[in-house]
């Protein structure tokens, strides 16, 4: 075979090989949309995170602002502190609401940021003073059960 | 007859013959990766081994590739469809291509396609005595023989495993929207939102790199410690197929416990 010809075949293979690659990286994965160019670090602590996983989702009025970077367990509060990576974009009032929410009956969970009126935004590395813990299921079943049980004696 | 002590004899003798082997191929290990300078130096030799094992091997990865993803796209539907949620086809496709199935039927292919034939080749040449001619010459047949071939597999695989797991999410795509009626903009969106670029996308790549560093090595090793007869090269295509096969399923395995922790 012709060295040219031959060159010219492995020069299209590694053409669409490396198409192939970014048609991975861009159409199939996240590389486009959830790259966040400049993020800063805002921390919440949690009584009970639930079921929520490091990489998750924040949303604010159902956007995604960012990603969870790290979930720590704080040995002297019994709290769990999660680490939110948060587009650079993006501002927050200083008395911002965060809660955790399941997307769906059975998705996955994600931290919500419920906008308050402060004046003052919340700058890298502050902590999030406001948090309402993830709803665990069992809890609110029995909470169900002991009004139920409180309301029929109360009738008696 | 079989008496005890011959029985364990052979079972020494296997065990040792084993073991010397495997010290061989460390040792041929070394010499690839030391004697490959020329393979750069002279990069038409590894361009041609490039074609041979790459281009080569195109038509049956992109139509396997097309294929599983139409299987997956069918039997996904088939599965999802019953707790209603047939808009995570997309990224059911998707992942299982990128993380799974895509380095390992792309390496088990590459090892059946490119790999038995780079094992025939070299065992050919050791049976035709052009390795010893080579040697006689002052031509080193390890630098100018098997390290071209072995980087030519090592450069061709992951391309390879890149282009299956494309052609895999196209035949998805093709069953599940096309055919079936799935929501085109749920497919991608949900796919997008749930296959992360380093840990997903990445992994698989480095995947599928280590599957062609391994089945590179066996093809050129088997070929290289060959019989040199007709009956010993075959032989040689045998075991070249089943090591390497062999091998990419347990480096999966240890890859996937490595990178995939759970963690999502």
């Known amino acids: 075979m012709n060295r040219t010809v031959l060159d010219l075949w492995v020069g299209f293979f590694v053409a669409i090989g490396i198409a192939a690659l970014l048609f991975l990286a861009l159409k199939v994965g996240n590389l486009s949309s959830a790259h966040l160019s400049e993020t800063y670090v805002l921390q919440a602590k949690f009584d009970n995170i639930g079921g929520l996983k490091v990489r998750g989702p924040v949303k604010s009025a159902g956007v995604v602002v960012g990603r969870i970077a790290d979930i720590k367990f704080d040995p002297a509060s019994y709290e769990a502190v999660v680490t939110l990576q948060v587009d650079g974009r993006y501002q927050f009032p200083k008395d911002t609401f965060a809660s955790i929410y399941t997307a769906g009956l059975l998705g996955e969970q994600y931290v919500g940021l419920d906008v308050g009126g402060d004046e ?24 169900f059960l002991f009004s139920k049980a409180a309301d029929g004696q109360d009738k008696k | ?43 038409p030799l590894t ?56 380095p390992v039927v792309a390496g088990l292919l590459f090892a059946s396609r490119a790999g038995s034939s780079v094992t025939a080749e070299i065992g050919l040449m050791k049976a035709t005595e052009q390795l010893k001619a080579m040697d006689m010459m002052a031509v080193n047949p390890i630098a100018r023989v098997v390290a071209p071939r072995f980087w030519g597999g090592v450069i061709s695989m992951p391309l390879l495993a890149a282009l299956f797991s494309s052609m895999g999410v196209l035949g998805g795509w093709l069953v599940g929207v096309v055919f079936i009626g799935v929501d085109d903009g749920a497919f991608w969106s949900q796919m997008q939102a749930g296959v992360d670029f380093r840990y997903d996308i990445i992994n698989g790549v480095i ?24 009956e010993g090269v075959s032989r040689a295509i045998t075991r070249t197929v089943v090591t390497s096969a062999l091998t990419i399923l347990a480096l999966d395995f240890v890859l996937t416990s490595f990178m995939f922790r759970g963690t999502s």
């Not at chain 1, 935004?121 to 809890?139: R, W």
């Not at chain 2, 039997?75 to 990224?91: D, K, N």
């Not at chain 2, 391994?214 to 060959?226: H, K, M, P, Q, R």
């Open chain 1, 120 to 143: 003052k935004m919340l700058k890298a590395g502050d902590t999030i003073a406001k948090t309402q813990s993830a709803v665990v299921l069992e809890k609110m079943i029995s909470q």
């Open chain 2, 1 to 43: 007859m079989l008496n005890p002590a011959t029985l364990l004899r052979k079972l020494g003798h296997v065990m040792v013959e084993r073991i010397w082997r495997l010290g061989f191929a460390a040792r041929f290990m070394s010499a690839v990766i030391l004697y490959s300078g020329a393979s750069f130096r002279r990069l």
């Open chain 2, 47 to 102: 361009l041609r081994e490039v074609y041979v094992s790459g281009v080569l091997s195109l038509l049956i990865i992109l139509v396997s590739g097309l294929f599983v993803g139409m299987v997956l796209g069918l039997q996904g539907y088939e599965t999802l469809q019953r707790f209603g949620s047939t808009e995570a086809l997309g990224i059911m496709v998707a992942l299982s291509l990128t993380r799974e199935l895509g």
């Open chain 2, 207 to 230: 995947k599928s790199f280590v599957f062609g560093i391994a089945v590179s090595l066996i093809a050129v090793f088997e070929g290289y410690d060959s019989v040199p007869t007709a």
